[in-house]
């Protein structure tokens, strides 16, 4: 029940900034616009054979030399009648040991509202690569620095603090006809004060709930994740 009044805490704050947040989109989509003819990245589709840090087991099973990220296996389905297409088919699926975070982070200011903090994120099997995604999109390796990976940008964010109010979190399992039950912890962190927070003007963007809605109906500019983690307000 405390969740809940936390969500209901923050649709009351959302109805109040709707009066005199920013409607407009325009700015954001310049800047990403922008980013992406500044920010050097490419990627092209090559032959599994040729890709690096790679392995084939003898039973065909895909992963990573170091044993981290993911792998890919098959997996055999059986269906009753009537639930799927067909009853039945074998295909390859993304194995991981464990998901993710797809966190949020939202601010109020007396001029602007209430905001959330986005980032433009580059990858690979996007269309124009950068696009619009959660404050922390990572997995728990990353989160957790293990075998000397980078911690995500506001990582501190994850535990409530006073400064930090967690206004849900809840698994979402990932699309389960790529993803074998793998689920992502999807967050909404609310911050009394965010001036410490280290937000770099070149990957990151506040932008209200209306300025979001408006570029979710653009082509290719507002990530999935986004989306999912919005979706319970």
């Not at 947040?21 to 954001?28: C, I, N, P, V, Y």
């Not at 903090?117 to 990572?138: E, H, R, T």
């Amino acid at each position: 029940m405390a969740e809940h009044a936390h969500i209901d805490w923050l649709r009351e704050r959302l109805r109040a900034s709707l009066a005199h947040e920013a409607k407009d989109a325009s700015e954001l989509i310049s800047w990403l616009e922008a980013r992406r003819k500044q920010v050097p990245f490419s990627a092209e589709l090559i032959p599994l054979r040729e890709v690096a840090g790679w392995r084939q087991a003898d039973n065909g099973n895909i992963s990573h030399t170091t044993g981290q990220f993911f792998g890919i296996q098959g997996v055999r389905v059986k269906s009753a009648p009537g639930l799927r297409e067909i009853a039945g088919w074998d295909q390859p699926i993304f194995t991981q040991a464990e998901g993710g975070v797809l966190a949020l982070i939202g601010r109020e200011t007396s001029g602007h509202g209430v905001e959330f903090l986005l980032q433009a994120k580059a990858d690979p099997g996007n269309v124009g690569y950068l696009q619009f995604c959660p404050s922390i999109q990572s997995t728990w390796e990353n989160i957790r620095g293990l075998k000397g990976a980078r911690r995500p940008s506001f990582a501190e964010c994850l535990e409530p603090s006073e400064n930090v109010r967690i206004v849900y979190r809840a698994k979402h399992n990932e699309e389960g006809s790529r993803f074998w039950q793998k689920s992502n912890e999807n967050m909404i962190l609310f911050v009394r004060d965010a001036t410490g927070l280290a937000v770099s003007e070149e990957v990151h963007r506040w932008a209200s709930l209306s300025q979001i809605k408006a570029m979710m109906l653009l082509d290719n500019v507002v990530g999935p994740y986004v989306r999912t983690v919005l979706a319970p307000l």
